[in-house]
């Protein structure tokens, strides 16, 4: 479905934050993408959906493919056309309009006429968000608004989900309440890539990951080994288990594996 | 009473104007967060063209139609060509820009029209009058708030009811995130201009038809609005309508009930009095009639 391959960003013509990433999605699988602050996940999916340029950035290197369009350096609204939409980080809805009209603002690029339908589809999908319709986005709670987020991504009827962090600054019972909106999103047949700082939730609802560190793939392969991996465990699932002499950390090395 | 309506229906048609330029400055306000110095000469413009325009022959309407495009079409022009270029920079750059463009707006005017005053034409005779209630009311005043009803009303329907309306409210409210949904926030910023451009043009064609002529410092009207805009809240249009309405009944009638009190200091009183509103305003209640307090989640 996705293919990244090799992809090279650069920003302010100076600062390069990938380098070299390639990465793959199927159609209908879910990926997760871990790794710490500025390790550049939101570069690439910036990257991946045209935002590049309002933040001075370039892909200087590599490809990206959507089956067989290429999206490297189109317009945004080319891409989203193209079946790829991005729920950015921090939710970002709308807030002074209304939560009918974030649902509509986010079918923008269809022509179908459709689209009153699948607006009531969402509403019975999120009953909190029908009782709300009417009332401004900004009044949602923190949990409202990532389901507004995401429901407003999927009324493009995009093939591939782009998540950026969807579980930020959620209490424990609304992430799982994210979790089980990704799993219908799953069986939908969407194509998911999960960028997330919680490593425990992303590989539980993940086939795949892959591990970003300083613009690199550092670790790849299925959940269960990422999971069982000593170093994700130690450093993405919080194992490190018993104290560790400062003196060893010293002498600690990370595997470091180039995938391309 | 028969002074009052007389003063009530030129006091709402010069509102209604006030509200026609208002609305400009709101509307590309709303969408860039910009304050468009160069509404005033796009005013001025518009007026213009729309002598030019019935200086060739078009019939009333048409020429006041190809006014309003030729200005929304310059308007487009700015944005594209001068202020898109800036967009990510500090907003101040690009309020200070605007100014400039102002000044190349006028020189222009002055370059292609000369600087001798024109007469606006109208389909009617100049001081045709029409009773109501007993007085004369100039069949311009009419016209003009007729206008400025119509092109308000359109302009809310477009807001609320169209795809693009909605697409340019998603735009003005986050840039990016409008962007990332697909949304052109470059073609919607400059269709913003366009509506903006072609709002000026009948303002400064009803404002050429009072005894005021078409010449270049029709611009600094634009100014006289400025008040209606803060009073109005600059992010609310609906607000920017009531108070150019408000203002523009308050300032003809303390013309005619407050300068007379004030002996030689009354003078011109009536043209400070919208921006002793505006202080007043700004003083109570900052963000305007309909200005929304922010709604922000931590």
Do not use: C
């Not at chain 1, 709308?94 to 974030?102: A, G, I, K």
């Not at chain 1, 069982?228 to 002498?251: C, I, N, S, T, W």
């Amino acid at each position: 479905m996705l293919a990244i391959h090799n992809l090279e960003v650069v920003y302010n013509q100076v600062v390069r934050v990938l380098g070299g990433v390639s990465l793959r999605v199927d159609a209908g699988e879910t990926v997760a993408l871990l790794g710490p602050n500025g390790a550049g996940k939101t570069t690439l999916l910036r990257a991946l959906t045209g935002l590049l340029p309002i933040h001075n950035g370039v892909i200087t290197k590599g490809r990206l493919l959507l089956e067989e369009t290429e999206l490297a350096r189109k317009a945004p609204e080319r891409i989203v056309r193209a079946g790829l939409v991005q729920v950015m980080e921090g939710r970002r809805i709308f807030t002074d309009l209304s939560v009918e009209d974030n649902l509509r603002a986010g079918a923008h690029t269809r022509r179908d006429g459709e689209v009153r339908r699948d607006l009531d589809n969402y509403f019975t999908l999120f009953p909190r968000l029908a009782e709300r319709r009417r009332q401004q986005a900004g009044f949602l709670s923190g949990g409202e608004q990532q389901m507004l987020a995401i429901a407003r991504a999927l009324m493009a009827k995009p093939r591939m989900l782009l998540l950026d962090e969807p579980s930020l600054g959620l209490s424990p019972l609304l992430v799982a309440e994210v979790g089980k909106l990704i799993r219908v999103i799953q069986q939908q047949g969407i194509a998911i890539l999960l960028v997330e700082q919680n490593a425990a939730l992303a590989l539980s609802l993940a086939a795949r990951g892959y591990v970003l560190e300083g613009g690199k793939v550092v670790i790849d392969g299925p959940a269960q080994t990422l999971r069982e991996d000593p170093d994700v465990q130690e450093f993405y699932l919080g194992g490190a288990g018993q104290r560790r002499d400062f003196r060893q950390a010293k002498h600690y090395r990370r595997k470091r594996r180039w995938l391309s | 009473m028969t002074d009052l309506v007389q003063l009530a229906s030129s006091g709402l048609a010069l509102g209604a104007i006030y509200a026609l330029i208002a609305l400009g400055f709101v509307a590309i306000y709303r969408a860039s967060k910009v304050f468009n110095f160069a509404h005033g000469d796009l005013l001025a413009f518009g007026a213009f063209a729309m002598v030019a325009a019935s200086g060739i022959g078009l019939p009333w309407p048409l020429a006041l139609l190809a006014a309003m495009l030729a200005t929304g079409l310059l308007a487009m022009g700015v944005e594209r060509v001068i202020l898109r270029p800036l967009v990510g920079r500090p907003v101040f750059v690009t309020v200070i820009l605007t100014i400039f463009v102002g000044y190349l707006i006028r020189t222009a005017i002055l370059l292609i029209w000369g600087s001798n005053p024109r007469g606006m034409p109208t389909p009617w005779e100049p001081t045709a009058t029409v009773e109501i209630l007993g007085a004369k009311v100039l069949l311009g005043s009419l016209a003009a708030l007729a206008g400025a009803a119509l092109a308000l009303i359109a302009y809310f329907l477009l807001m609320r009811f169209a795809k693009l309306g909605l697409a340019m409210r998603a735009a003005s409210a986050d840039q990016e995130s409008a962007l990332a949904l697909g949304i052109p926030v470059g073609r919607t910023l400059g269709l913003t201009w366009l509506i903006a451009g072609m709002l000026a043009a009948l303002a400064g064609t009803f404002l050429g038809m009072f005894p005021r002529q078409v010449e270049v410092n029709l611009a600094f009207v634009a100014l006289a609005a400025f008040p209606a805009v803060l009073v109005g809240g600059l992010e609310s249009a609906l607000g920017a309508v009531v108070a150019g309405l408000l203002l523009g009944l308050l300032q003809v009638l303390a013309q005619a009930y407050v300068n007379p009190l004030l002996g030689h200091f009354g003078h011109n009183f009536h043209m400070v009095f919208p921006y002793i509103v505006m202080i007043i305003f700004l003083i109570f209640r900052p963000y305007g009639l309909f200005g929304e307090a922010e709604v922000k989640r931590v």
